[in-house]
């Protein structure tokens, strides 16, 4: 099993699995994404009490989910790479930063739009837009630190210790709702009992939800594949890689 | 365990960071628990009644607006309402515009003072939206069935 691992998690064989999944994940993320909306703004009727002003749930929600998945792809692939050394690893991590801060920082943002029609206000200090906050500025924290630290190796194991610490908020935003008093309403769909929605309604959150983790996967892969361009440029597979492909 | 490392090295470390999320985890769950109350944003009108919340200071109020309490004045923008959470219900005054999700039986946060009298005077009200999402005609059923079993409970 480890051999098996060890393979797949070199440079090499990431940047060509890579290379083949892009086309894949790009125009699966498409089709989700059109179909989602298409449903999820024209198709799914509107809210009993909301009108239409609740179809920004299917990128607040979906953009949410993001958030705190990434984050923990982040945080469990920086702790493989303190244990285990393994390269990719660290590139995984840093390549899902700036990703997982654009869906943080998407969700924050369609939820205050949101917020000032249905509540009232654009932002109000309560214990889940607090911790969603608080996660924006841990992926800033760690694409800072990541590029204040010149050495690569000791940059990536600082930044995997911060992602590691961070992870005691994710079970704090997620369940900031239900230990405190909050404005923000409880779980609809990510609970034990059936989701809290009408089933027209949930099937576009749920294909959004699917198009935005391939975009994740598909954008992480993009940007992990120019990370092991620049780092394995000097060795001679890449550079006959890149020679047999001019020719 | 094939999934451990064999090497001492990297046992080590993975025992290091198993620690590190014990140890943060811990840490914040007991300031949390030290925390609770200020987390909350709001205090129920059940706690209110029971003297939990500081009189002539700024705090805010979280329940729902009582079925039938809502009093609009005709010259002002002034309303009354009571806010409840079926225990307790506490009386508030407003003088500005409500959000649009603002109705009797609706969940509502409002930030002002309580006042000697007993009465709340809100300086700003929220609506706090509920969890469940289902189109108008699938909300009219739920409520038709609800009152069906209403009244053949009364009979």
Known sequence: MWSFIHKHASPKHFYLLAERLIPWLGWSTLILLVVGLYQGLIVAPTDYQQGESYRIIYVHVPAAWMSMFIYMVMATSGAIGLVWKIKMADAVASSSAPIGAAFTLLALVTGSLWGKPMWGTWWVWDARLTSELILLFLYLGFIALESAIEDRRTAANACAVLALVGVVNIPIIHYSVEWWNTLHQGATVTRFDKPAMATSMLIPLLIMALGFKLYYLYAMLLRVRVKILESEKDTTWMKELITGAKK | ?155
């Open chain 2, 1 to 155: 365990m094939p999934l451990l490392p064999k090497n001492p090295k990297r046992r080590k470390r993975l025992a290091l960071i198993g620690l590190l999320i014990i140890g943060v985890g811990s840490a914040v769950a007991l300031a949390t628990v030290a925390l609770k109350e200020n987390i909350n944003l709001f205090f129920s009108p059940s706690q209110i009644a029971a003297g939990e919340a500081p009189l002539n200071r700024t705090f805010r109020i979280g329940g729902m607006v009582a079925d039938g309490s809502v009093k609009r004045s005709s010259e002002s923008l002034e309303v009354y309402f009571e806010v409840t959470d079926t225990a307790k219900n506490i009386p508030v005054t407003y003088n500005k515009i409500l959000p649009d999700l603002f109705r009797e039986g609706q969940g509502i946060v409002a930030m002002g003072k309580l006042g000697e009298d007993g009465i709340f005077v809100a300086s700003e009200v929220l609506a706090k939206h509920d969890e469940n999402y289902m189109p108008p005609e699938a909300a009219q059923a739920v409520m038709d069935a609800q009152k069906l079993q209403s009244t053949l409970k009364g009979n």
